[in-house]
């Protein structure tokens, strides 16, 4: 079991591996943004961590950076590059992105055709 030091950290990119993003390459996306933030060595300022099902099926696969509060869609292993230096940059991958943390809520990015999705169900 390993407990990392975070005390260099700056972002933390969350990886979708939950079936649909697993079907849409979410464990080729997570080993290459992992390569790249090895080869770049970014591995002490940013953190990734696997996920399960993120709720954006349709997105897949879903990729989310915090804490600027993007979740970016259908990130494939040949975005790994670009997105990772969106982050080292300060810049967003815009293409991509499916929603932005902005003014204490999550908007959704309509330029990019995002559908809305459902309800939860309570």
Request: charged content about 25%.
């Amino acid at each position: 079991m390993a407990t990392w030091d975070f005390s260099e950290l700056k972002h933390h990119i969350l990886i979708c591996n939950g079936a649909s993003c697993l079907r849409n390459q979410g464990d080729e996306v997570t080993n290459a943004i992992r390569a790249e933030l090895n080869r770049r060595g970014l591995d002490e300022v940013i953190h990734t961590t696997r996920t399960r099902c993120n709720g954006r099926c349709h997105d897949a696969c879903v990729t989310i950076v915090y804490p600027e509060g993007i979740w970016y869609k259908d990130i494939k292993p040949g975005d790994a590059k670009a997105l990772v230096q969106s982050i080292a940059s300060g810049a967003a991958l815009d293409k991509k992105i499916s929603h932005s943390y902005q003014h204490h809520q999550f908007v959704r990015n309509k330029e990019n055709n995002i559908i809305k999705g459902v309800k939860k169900y309570r």
